[in-house]
């Protein structure tokens, strides 16, 4: 039998959340640090993935930017 947590490391990384899926462990130990409840931890868990969305999404935006600039030249 499958424990729940590895039901949910399987979850993440068939939805492609990468980032909470290599996190979750340090998230899940700073929620039971910070006694959050289960929103503030799925809060703190897809912030993690968020972040780095965005972090991936700046760089892409600014290659694409810059290979425009060049390409004009």
Same mark, same amino acid.
């Given at each position: 039998?499958?424990?729940?947590?590895?039901?949910?490391?399987?979850?993440?990384?068939?939805?492609?959340?990468?980032? %909470?899926?290599? +996190?979750?462990?340090?998230?899940?130990?700073?929620?039971?640090?910070?006694?959050? +409840?289960?929103?503030?931890?799925?809060?703190?868990?897809?912030?993690?993935?968020?972040?780095?969305?965005?972090?991936?999404?700046?760089? %892409?935006?600014?290659?694409?930017?810059?290979?425009?600039? +060049?390409?004009?030249?």
């Amino acid at each position: 039998m499958i424990s729940t947590y590895q039901r949910l490391k399987d979850n993440l990384e068939y939805l492609k959340l990468k980032k %909470a899926n290599e +996190s979750l462990d340090e998230v899940i130990d700073f929620i039971t640090a910070n006694e959050l +409840s289960f929103t503030e931890g799925l809060l703190r868990l897809t912030d993690v993935e968020m972040d780095h969305r965005k972090t991936n999404l700046i760089k %892409a935006m600014k290659l694409k930017i810059l290979t425009l600039i +060049s390409n004009h030249q």
